[in-house]
């Protein structure tokens, strides 16, 4: 059993960043895969950004080359560094965990992730 606690939301004007944590509990927390997602009012949950434990990442297109997820093993948590946030970002933004199958995949749904945190607000004013 994992729990993931999120904090690091807030509000934001356009342009600036913020820098989510999700802290988990367990002892092998390190060989999980992690996912951050976000859900806005009217829209399903997305994937924004995954880590497996070898540092494998993705992102998705709207995130690239803004969003940076990394994890540190010892403090058992994961970070999402939010840079040049715009108002699209607005949304609750959830950790996700889960041990998945062997290999450098990142599942993009949230079927995949058995456990998630009680989500961050995150608002980027224009």
């Known amino acids: 059993q994992v729990q993931l606690v999120e904090s690091g939301g807030g509000l934001v004007q356009a342009g600036g960043s913020l820098r989510l944590s999700c802290a988990a509990s367990?002892?092998?927390?390190?060989?999980?895969?992690v996912g951050w997602f976000r859900q806005a009012p009217g829209k399903e949950r997305e994937i924004v950004a995954g880590?497996?434990?070898?540092?494998?990442?993705y992102y998705a297109d709207s995130v690239k080359g803004r969003f940076t997820i990394s994890r540190d093993n010892a403090k058992n948590t994961v970070y999402l560094q939010m840079n040049s946030l715009r108002p699209e970002d607005t949304a609750v933004y959830y950790c996700?965990?889960?041990?998945?199958?062997?290999?450098?995949?990142?599942?993009?749904?949230?079927?995949?992730?058995?456990?998630w945190g009680q989500g961050t607000q995150v608002t980027v004013s224009s």
């Open positions: 996700a965990a889960g041990v998945m199958a062997p290999g450098d995949h990142i599942p993009l749904h949230t079927s995949n992730y058995p456990y």
């Open positions: 367990g002892r092998t927390f390190s060989s999980y895969t």
């Open positions: 880590i497996r434990w070898r540092d494998r990442t």
